[in-house]
């Protein structure tokens, strides 16, 4: 077959992602995707169960064997645990929770205004690091940080006289890029931990880890405060200069502000006090003597503040959002709570279709022992290459890079992957908080460029109001240039963890304890 003159002159990078996007567009919709996963693994166990096949987990004497989903007793199972299994799956109680209080600080304004307070407090020399410092905590805002941070960001950089492209493709690689990291805890930390607390069930263990949504936080943390320094060295050194001088468009609209009101300062002025009153409260009562916050023997490690931290974010989110709303006038009466928090319940419908899937996949790898076996053959393999160390870590990091390429979910990318890699990895020793640590990087940072992501052409939309030729591929080689950088530093980070020994969170280290 014949190329044109046009895909002659494509680059190596932009060949990869058109094969990318070709292949992406092939795979079917994440829910099906589920669908015919679950219709294969029914088939594979049944196989395999009728080849007797057994399994023996490291540190036990008595092996278990491949049970089949198309046999009376994966019938009955089905049949009964259906509904449980959806239900109780852990990720979907524990992000709905922390959406309802999120979308509520969202509707009511609290979110953006705190995102438009810093970005125009910022100077102009400084503009760049406040873009990438935000952009890299939007995770708390869900996918609509994604949405949100660009736009603002384009706005602000036009109104300093900077080039708003760079700050609009800044804001989204930063938030992007930087999806897993950040200093604040949100509805990504609950859906990673969720489905971790599902995987580490697949196979026994002398001593079960602790999984809270905490479990990664000094890492992430950690992540949040270093990687923006190199956000904003990338835009200012790298993007902004590529970019030239900035000539508005003919018939270009003019700009809204992105100053805030006297009415939308005070409103924060007043979430902030709220806010430092109820972390006052809430640490005084975990530290005092006795307190029902401490754990067994007075820990604060394991203790319930950690294990309940959904409700403690929650109430966070909640009272904070409300004073704000109050404030401003966007909540005037008690009706107005309930209604934006449905709200914000109806953007989740398609992961609620999504989790019925992923949940009963989940539910029989786990019952039918295959994900055992697979857990046990995979550590053998890695011990075999000689792949135990920090090698094996990294080699799973470059795994995920590549699938987040194709598959851009983070909860579709961690369900394939948790259930083979946590216990696996458990069985060679490592801690699953270290293990989903690990994982955050490579679903973060290779979404920057992937052309299956939905919010890449929302992005070229907003750009076209400034650059209104701007093509998609243009976007994409625009976006690149914060790929390896972001990879490679937040692998350096990881190995800091790593070789020294570091917490990634309350209570998770590098190896499970002995």
Not at 71 to 99: A, H, I, Q, W, Y
Not at 408 to 414: K, N, V
């Amino acid at each position: 077959m014949s190329t044109t003159p046009a895909q002659a002159r494509r680059s190596p990078a932009e060949r990869v992602l058109a094969f990318v996007e070709r292949v992406g567009n092939r795979l079917p919709d994440p829910f099906f995707l589920f669908v015919y996963l679950f219709a294969a693994l029914a088939v594979i166990t049944t196989v395999v169960a009728a080849c007797h096949v057994t399994v023996t987990v490291p540190g036990t004497a008595q092996p278990v064997a491949v049970k089949g989903l198309f046999t009376g007793e994966g019938v009955r199972f089905l049949l009964s645990k259906l509904v449980d299994n959806f239900v109780t799956f852990p990720p979907l109680g524990n992000v709905l929770v922390m959406l309802l209080a999120v979308g509520l600080a969202e509707r009511a304004g609290l979110l953006e205004a705190a995102v438009r307070a810093v970005f125009s407090r910022a100077p102009r020399w400084l503009l760049p690091f406040a873009v990438s410092l935000v952009s890299f905590q939007a995770h708390v805002m869900a996918d609509a940080g994604i949405i949100v941070i660009p736009p603002l960001a384009a706005l602000v950089f036009r109104a300093a006289g900077r080039h708003p492209v760079a700050g609009a493709i800044g804001g989204f690689a930063c938030v992007t890029g930087g999806y897993g990291a950040g200093t604040l805890l949100g509805s990504y930390d609950a859906l990673l931990s969720g489905l971790t607390q599902k995987a580490v069930t697949v196979v026994p263990v002398a001593v079960q880890p602790q999984v809270t949504m905490a479990m990664n936080w000094f890492f992430t943390a950690a992540a949040g405060l270093i990687l923006p320094f190199l956000g904003a060295w990338l835009i200012a050194r790298v993007l902004e200069p590529r970019l030239g001088p900035y000539t508005p468009p003919d018939g270009a609209e003019e700009e809204t502000s992105a100053a805030l009101t006297p009415v939308q300062r005070k409103g924060l002025r007043r979430a902030a006090i709220v806010l430092a009153v109820y972390v006052a409260v809430v640490a005084v009562a975990w530290l005092l003597p006795g307190s029902p916050l401490r754990g067994e023997n007075g820990s604060l490690i394991n203790s319930p503040l950690l294990t309940g931290l959904v409700l403690v974010l929650f109430l966070a989110f909640a009272i904070t959002g409300i004073t704000y709303g109050i404030t401003t006038g966007t909540i005037t009466k008690p009706g107005d709570v309930p209604s934006m928090m449905a709200e914000a319940v109806k953007d989740m419908a398609g992961y609620i279709v999504l989790i019925l899937a992923i949940s009963q996949f989940i539910a029989v790898f786990t019952w039918s022992n295959l994900g055992t076996l697979l857990a046990v053959r995979s550590a053998e393999f890695l011990q075999s290459v000689h792949l135990t160390g920090f090698a094996g870590i990294l080699a799973f990091v470059v795994l995920v890079s590549v699938l987040n390429l194709f598959i851009t979910s983070g909860s579709a990318l961690w369900s394939l992957v948790a259930p083979v890699f946590v216990p696996a990895f458990m069985l060679l020793g490592y801690d699953p908080g270290f293990v989903q640590a690990a994982y955050r990087i490579g679903d973060s940072a290779t979404q920057i460029i992937t052309p299956l992501s939905p919010y890449l052409f929302v992005l070229l939309t907003v750009l076209r109001r400034y650059e209104p030729d701007l093509r998609l591929g243009t976007l994409i080689a625009r976006t690149s240039i914060f790929v390896i950088p972001f990879w490679v530093v937040w692998v350096a980070l990881l190995a800091v963890f790593y070789f020294g020994d570091i917490p990634f969170g309350p209570g998770v280290h590098v190896h499970l304890p002995r």
